[in-house]
């Protein structure tokens, strides 16, 4: 479909049309619509635009992630889709794999995310393995790679919700999440949850990653002593509970 540029929803729309090249593609699950239009309705209200919350906690996650031995970034249907370019840019700055691992079961598709992102210049790619599981869960997100999740002190899970990010936690990893649904159990369970569109949040984040690379550990620390991830939520909550005087967007 094509959209006109002068449209006032243009890039929202462009955004779906993504979502569903990705669903035809066979890399987004149906199911991805979903929640892509859950996602959107979250973003409206917070007005489609990166907030003081949100440029925090992406600050707080950027200090984990240089501060991991063994970083990793989870990858499914929808952020395959809506972030290829920055996915791969994240993996290359951290120095850190891909690792594909998804809600709704399918080698076949587990296998067009990877040829899709060997595509667009990465093959630093993990896929799930079917001898190594994470503890704690029983969905198909339990099938993790021995050199990625498994390894990992601290996972960046883009997008999703579900009892990933509390079996990551019991298994003693640290989790940064991009959610703009603060009330998922994603959100209230990670370390770090970025309440924001993950096309908006992925680029400050490897903005600010390529800013802090040469902070020392300690500046680091401060920075990450600093944050307080229920604190950081409450103040989205309070975003949403305000009334919405001028807001059509
Ligand atoms: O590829 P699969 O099989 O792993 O499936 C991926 C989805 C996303 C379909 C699966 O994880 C799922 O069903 O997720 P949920 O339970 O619908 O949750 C998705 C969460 O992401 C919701 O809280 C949405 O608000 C949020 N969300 C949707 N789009 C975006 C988003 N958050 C940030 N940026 C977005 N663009």
Redesign the pocket.
Known sequence: MKIPKSHPRYKSLM?RNRIVYGVKKGI??P??L???G??????YILKEKTNEFAINSIQAAACLLLSAKHPIISV???S?I?SPNNSIKLSKILNCPLEI??????NK?EKKIKKYLEKKGTSNILLPEKNTTLKYLDS??KYINKNGIQKADVVFV?????DRAAALIKNNKKVIT????PY?R??QTSTISIV????R?LPLLNKTLLDYKNKSKKELNYILKKYNNEKNLDNVIKLISKSPSNHSL
């Open positions: 955004t987004t699950s199911h991805g979903i929640a892509h859950r996602g959107e309705a979250f973003d499914n249907g929808n395959a809506l691992n998804i809600f709704h079961s399918s598709r198909n997100r883009p997008l999703e919700d579900g991009i959610d703009l649904n998922s994603t959100s924001d569109n993950l096309i949040a």
